[in-house]
């Protein structure tokens, strides 16, 4: 399975991006899929996730109110719309596909990863 993540950018504080993570196929269709994002120098965190019917998300408390995940009506592509950006959001953001129908918070959760897309936050 080949996660392709996009929607990247640069952008000013207080702006916003959304963020696509397409999975070809059905194979994603029953679990649960998240985004992650990893800053130079840290490691990779839990921004979100969602289950299978796009009916649960949940939240890292840094993003909480200021991100949305969400996931299509064929449940295989997921976004992140990402408001009120700040410098510290600055990461490269991965797409997961959950091992379960959940979408929990640690990585150890999901079993495919996609190649990453870089977010920058400028001051």
């Known amino acids: 399975v080949q996660l392709q993540a996009s929607g990247g950018g640069l952008v000013q504080a207080g702006g916003s991006l959304r963020l696509s993570c397409a999975s070809p196929?059905?194979?994603?269709?029953?679990?649960?899929m998240g985004w992650f994002r990893q800053a130079p120098g840290k490691e990779r965190e839990f921004v979100a996730g969602i289950s299978w019917n796009g009916r649960y998300t949940n939240y890292a408390n840094s993003v909480k109110g200021r991100f949305t995940i969400s996931r299509d009506y064929a449940k295989t592509t997921i976004y992140l719309q990402m408001n009120n950006l700040q410098p510290e959001d600055t990461a490269v953001y991965y797409c997961a596909v959950s091992r379960q129908a959940v979408a929990g918070s640690g990585a150890d959760g999901y079993k495919t990863w996609g190649q990453g897309t870089q977010v920058t936050v400028s001051s």
């Open positions: 196929g059905r194979t994603s269709s029953n679990n649960g």
